[in-house]
């Protein structure tokens, strides 16, 4: 079946620290890659998307590449800011479903 | 603006009432979903539409139903509350069937159940 694993949380960072969030996923076929973000009280916004392998998504100082062989879509950022506190969700999507992960909520503090 | 537009954004019901979370969009989406967020497990698929006439059901749709009469409404219906399905509602919609393009969400319903 298709299902997306991230590491837990919370992460909490120190500003201008460097960020990685993990998640590998197993889906059947050849699924597209995301990841949301969902700030306090707000529906999730799509961050960035990679839709073939080797695929890297970009967005905001965000960065994830799409990694077949390791069935993974590890998220990162160089320097995280406070405004960067959040939940954030790997998803994919196969034949019309998407799978959430369960989310990782990241604390920036400054 | 264009986008996913929910309501209500928050509603309490007694156990057994019913009730209708409305949603609609105006992107001329084909591909429309709800889904529910419970602390630690992320979002589980309640029941989705491919276009207006057709829905499915997903991960979890026992308790709920939709109906797809227009391209830009997709309602869900709490046919008897219960206390389990306190939850944060988001509905979502794209304009791919495969989803390749990604989901655009609503700012969510908060149901609580008592």
């Known amino acids: 079946g298709n299902s997306v694993t991230q590491m837990e949380g919370p992460v909490t960072l120190s500003e201008e620290a460097f960020l990685t969030i993990n998640c590998t996923y197993t889906?059947?076929?050849?699924?597209?890659l995301f990841w949301y973000v969902q700030y306090p009280g707000e529906g999730l916004q799509l961050l960035l998307k990679?839709?073939?392998?080797?695929d890297k998504g970009s967005n905001k100082g965000f960065e994830a590449t799409y990694r077949k062989e390791t069935t993974s879509f590890h998220l990162e950022k160089g320097s995280v800011q406070v405004s960067d506190s959040a939940v954030y969700f790997c998803?994919?999507?196969?034949?019309?479903?998407?799978?959430f992960g369960s989310g990782t909520k990241l604390n920036v503090k400054p | 603006n264009a986008g996913v537009t929910q309501t209500p954004k928050f509603q309490v019901l007694k156990t057994g009432q019913s009730m209708t979370l409305q949603c609609a969009q105006d992107?001329?989406?084909?591909?429309m979903s709800w889904y529910r967020q419970d602390p630690g497990m992320g979002l589980r698929l309640i029941h989705y539409?491919?276009?207006?006439?057709?829905?499915d059901q997903g991960e979890v749709p026992n308790g709920y139903n939709v109906s797809r009469s227009t391209t830009e409404d997709f309602p869900l219906r709490l046919l008897s509350a219960a206390p389990s399905q306190t939850s944060v509602y988001f509905c979502?919609?794209?304009?791919?069937?495969?989803?390749?393009?990604?989901?655009?969400f609503g700012s969510g319903t908060r149901l609580t159940v008592v």
């Open positions: 979502a919609s794209s304009y791919s069937k495969r989803g390749s393009y990604g989901y655009t």
């Open positions: 889906a059947t076929g050849y699924p597209s």
């Open positions: 990679a839709t073939k392998a080797d």
């Open positions: 998803a994919l999507t196969s034949f019309n479903k998407f799978y």
């Open positions: 992107m001329n989406h084909e591909y």
């Open positions: 539409s491919v276009g207006a006439g057709i829905t």
